[in-house]
């Protein structure tokens, strides 16, 4: 059974930056693509950035020049690094890895931005 493993997530000041990390337990290259969604308390479940086999990156848009996500194949893990981190990017972020129409959540992480 394939599992996520995240790390990363905790409580930054506005302004901050934070990397996130998801390991597979299998092969990464075994997935479509891996990403990173996201959900804030009473709103629903949105994209953040995806990473596919080759790379090819797809981001929200309330994420675009601020976000960067990228794998590292050797260790099957994608990072997404956080920057100018803002109140309204707190949420609970999880791993998504994705085979055809099958996905894979990881257990999630809170990202917490406040002063």
């Known amino acids: 059974q394939v599992q996520l493993v995240e790390s990363g997530g905790g409580l930054v000041q506005p302004g901050g930056s934070l990397r996130l990390s998801c390991k597979t337990s299998i092969n990464i290259f075994e997935f479509n693509d891996v990403g990173w969604f996201r959900q804030a308390p009473g709103k629903e479940r949105e994209l953040v950035a995806t990473i596919n086999v080759g790379e090819r990156t797809n981001y929200g848009d309330s994420v675009k020049d601020r976000f960067t996500i990228s794998r590292d194949n050797a260790k099957n893990t994608v990072h997404l690094q956080m920057n100018g981190l803002k109140p309204e990017d707190t949420a609970v972020y999880y791993c998504?890895?994705?085979?055809?129409?099958?996905?894979?959540w990881g257990q999630g992480t809170q990202v917490t931005v406040s002063s």
């Open positions: 998504r890895a994705r085979i055809l129409a099958r996905n894979t």
